[in-house]
């Protein structure tokens, strides 16, 4: 479950420290997506879900560089370290690394994939110029468009594991 005081401690930060925190966990996010490729290989789940995986984290990259060169560009080449919430503590992800069922992986990834669409938007709203906004803007839409793929990967799963709609709700 997304953290909302999480989420309000970031509502809260100013765009640069914001910023800085969010690159950190976008690495944070790619990593932690290289670690569940490599685990659904290991759970022998079809090739989806590891694609979907290998996928997000080389997604977490790019943005992760497209926003190091944003922060240096406006504010300079050392980026700081932000002390606020991380990953672990804006969401469910202790499910996604130790947990070896498919369909609770893939809601925690949604969840983060959510929470990233967010911080985004956060990001937008706070921009003092129209190119900001515009790209935080774009970036909150690609997470969105993640989040299509993975409610897409869970409602296939769930159909072909015989599962009804109610725990896609769950």
């Keep these: ?7 309000s401690f970031l509502e809260e930060l ?17 990593l932690l997506y ?10 022998e789940v079809e090739g989806a879900v ?11 990259r790019r943005h992760e560089k497209k926003l190091r060169t944003l922060y240096t560009r406006k504010f300079g080449a050392e980026i700081p370290e932000v002390h606020g919430p991380s990953l672990e503590e804006l969401s469910d992800i202790r499910e996604l690394e130790s ?12 969840e983060l994939e959510e929470v990233a669409e967010r911080v985004y938007s956060i990001l937008a ?18 997470e969105r468009l993640h989040e299509r793929a993975v409610e897409s990967l ?17």
């Design 50 to 60: 590891g694609d979907m995986f290998k996928l997000l984290g080389q997604e977490a």
């Design 99 to 110: 947990g070896n069922d498919v369909f609770a992986v893939l809601k925690c990834a949604l």
């Design 34 to 43: 290289e670690k569940l490729a490599e685990k659904a290989r290991g759970m």
């Design 1 to 7: 479950m997304v953290d909302l005081e999480g989420l």
């Design 125 to 142: 709203e706070k921009a003092d110029d129209e190119t900001l906004r515009a790209i935080f803007s774009y970036l909150a839409s690609t």
């Design 154 to 170: 869970l409602r296939d799963y769930d159909y072909r594991n015989g599962m009804g709609k109610e725990r896609m709700e769950a």
């Design 14 to 30: 100013p765009l640069r420290e914001l910023l800085a925190h969010w690159i950190f966990l976008e690495g944070d996010k790619a």
